[in-house]
DNA sequence: CCATTTTTGGACCCGCCAGTCCAAACCCAC
DNA sequence: GTGGGTTTGGACTGGCGGGTCCAAAAATGG
């Protein structure tokens, strides 16, 4: 069982990796510098992860991948109307510049991803909920009339999110938006046209 | 100076190397692989790329970055009709089909990219010639009348460029090209309509 | 052939860091 | 308080793997 005290401790660590993995990768991630940043040892950490480090870093991404979401609503879950398309594609931009050069989904995507089955169900999870939010939003859209009505919402959706998958990793790259802001522009103008010549 | 063998010898490594990196990933890359796959000595190693491990992994940079580009040719050069441009999204969707789950460029995108600035250069450098080249497509394309003459090149490039490489991304994590190919779709989708509405 | 330079083999070193272990401190129920 | 548990400290281990080194083999050039 866990006690109070375990249970804070339990959460100090995970937050504490999650901000180390912030700040120097998951390459540079040490279980060493957790212990310091967290005030902890050893022992306390095989006592909440008994798997190491592998298990502590999924932890990370199941608390980071809730996040993720979170910090796109209200908007995400109520994208019907341009206004509030408008105002979701701000918000996205405006937390991935806050978060700069560091997205621990994004990195936990690129490395233990692929290895580990439970990191990546992790990220196949937030990512199929994120698509099916974009996807509900544009089904309401194409409804009221406001959306090209021969998009197929599923797969647009799924352009869109992998638009931004890719504008946060130039971000991560090269330190800045402007590829993230133009591949939603670019596919929020797609959605938008209200027909084609081809 | 490097006489005709030691020539072969070194690029015996980086493409041994490149197909370390592209079974297992750059976090399973061992010195040791690479020395037991193109059957060469630790001495060989240090003696072609004294720096090490991140010498080599720059050079198998530079040797992936090169095909890339080299790989969506002749299309990418001559993006000046539609039919091209689709002819050029099949190639992309292909390339990466058949590299199926290992792309040792968005690897190393995501990670050395961030670290040595050697590495991040080649990236940059590499992403930007591919955006340059989707631009002047898209010029030319205007200039026949043949695309939306509202898109800013460069940033539809940059736009349509983050999908490519968000679907990647889907494509390493996944296994399945279809958020790839739904990003040129959208992408495409938004340089084709001659009007937007809003 | 000889001298010089390049190429190669492979043993060795060493730091790093995940993971183990034991015993002490602490908390709580009864 | 006393006996069960949980929590904590921190020393220790072990191996992995990058990097060093020396000396032998092979090429090169005159």
Redesign the pocket.
């Known amino acids: 069982?866990?006690?109070?005290?375990?249970?804070?401790?339990r959460s100090r660590i995970v937050a504490g990796a999650a901000d180390e993995i912030r700040e120097r990768g998951v390459d540079?991630?040490?279980?060493?510098d957790v212990m310091a940043r967290t005030?902890?040892?050893?022992?306390?950490?095989?006592?909440?992860f008994?798997?190491?480090?592998?298990q502590l870093l999924l932890a990370v991404a199941r608390h980071e991948a809730d996040r993720v979401l979170a910090d796109q609503q209200p908007m995400l879950g109520d994208l019907t109307t341009w206004e509030s398309w408008h105002r979701w594609r701000d918000r996205v931009v405006e937390r991935y510049r806050e978060q700069g050069t560091d997205c621990p989904m994004s990195i936990v995507l690129g490395h233990a991803g692929r290895r580990t089955p439970g990191a990546q169900a992790v990220v196949t999870g937030l990512m199929s909920r994120w698509q099916e939010a974009l996807a509900t939003g544009v089904r309401h859209m194409q409804a009221a009339g406001e959306m090209n009505p021969e998009l197929d919402p599923g797969r647009a959706a799924a352009g869109l999110l992998a638009g931004v998958q890719g504008g946060v990793l130039f971000l991560l790259t090269i330190g800045d938006t402007g590829h993230l802001e133009a591949a939603l522009d670019l596919g929020l103008g797609a959605m938008r046209s209200q027909r084609n010549d081809s």
């Not at 069982?1 to 401790?9: A, F, I, S, Y």
């Not at 540079?28 to 060493?32: G, M």
């Not at 008994?50 to 592998?54: F, I, L, T, V």
């Open positions: 069982m866990l006690t109070r005290k375990g249970e804070q401790t540079e991630f040490r279980l060493e005030r902890t040892s050893k022992s306390q950490l095989f006592h909440y008994p798997d190491g480090k592998e």
